[in-house]
DNA sequence: TACGTAAGTTCACGTTTTGTGAACTATGGA
DNA sequence: TCCATAGTTCACAAAACGTGAACTTACGTA
């Protein structure tokens, strides 16, 4: 297994931001690990669409996330955890990702989502 | 040749619009249309890179936009009048609009591409 | 009317990216 | 030592992208 990237600050740019985040599962991802208080691994997102998402995509979205810069992925035993870096990328890209989350989120409202946001909240 | 298609304002998504703009090239065109007081063609464009960008590239950018729902087009004689949607967009999505060109541009200024965006600006 | 030209579009096709099942690699118990 | 669990890697099919070449449309100009 390789070792995990993760890209420098000065390596983060807009364009992978929002390449990383125009993917309604990804944003929902870290918007999740945002909210949470710890960190979160992988395997809790199995269920956050409608259809399951397989093993193997959600670990190709959480690279995505990972090299985009958007978080940081320790291993801990035989699980991954992840927690956001929104506060260096804030600092260096200000509104810029509060208002993509803040976008996404108020479109899941709007939605029919009402439940399933919901859902994703307690989970 | 086929009909422009706009989406109406309710089918514009987030992703979409993240999608469209995540392309750098595309990001430049909506902040020159944005920035310009009048209608701008597509030729306009051409050079709007360090590389010359072939008609045919440009031509899907457009389209891309325009079925994002950023821009509206209009046909004029043999040219396309583009013209940004900033305003609806904004009106429904809030800050992100202006999130993104802004950080765009400041990571335009952060590098070297100083020279390049005031090139770009003077055009 | 018939040409010529300029602005975009469409088509075809090679390249790249994405999604996913299957096989694999840790790690942590019993 | 064996098993289960978490995640990764591989291979390959499907989708998206970039671009040259051919095409369409509109506008002169003769």
Do not use: W
Not at 3 to 16: F, K, R
Not at 78 to 103: D, K, M, W, Y
């Amino acid at each position: 297994m390789r070792p995990l990237y993760h890209p420098s600050l000065d390596d983060i740019s807009v364009e992978g931001i929002l390449h990383a985040l125009s993917d309604p599962v990804r944003a929902h991802i870290l918007a999740k690990i945002l909210r949470a208080d710890g960190a979160q691994t992988c395997s809790a997102f199995l269920g956050i669409s409608d259809r399951p998402i397989p093993k193997s995509t959600l670990s190709q979205h959480f690279k995505a996330l990972r090299e985009a810069g958007l978080i940081r992925s320790e291993r801990k035993g035989v699980e991954l955890h992840n927690t956001s870096r929104c506060q260096e990328i804030s600092a260096r890209f200000g509104p810029l990702l509060n208002a993509v989350l803040q976008a996404h989120l108020a479109q899941d409202q709007r939605r029919g989502g009402a439940q399933k946001a919901r859902r994703i909240k307690r989970t």
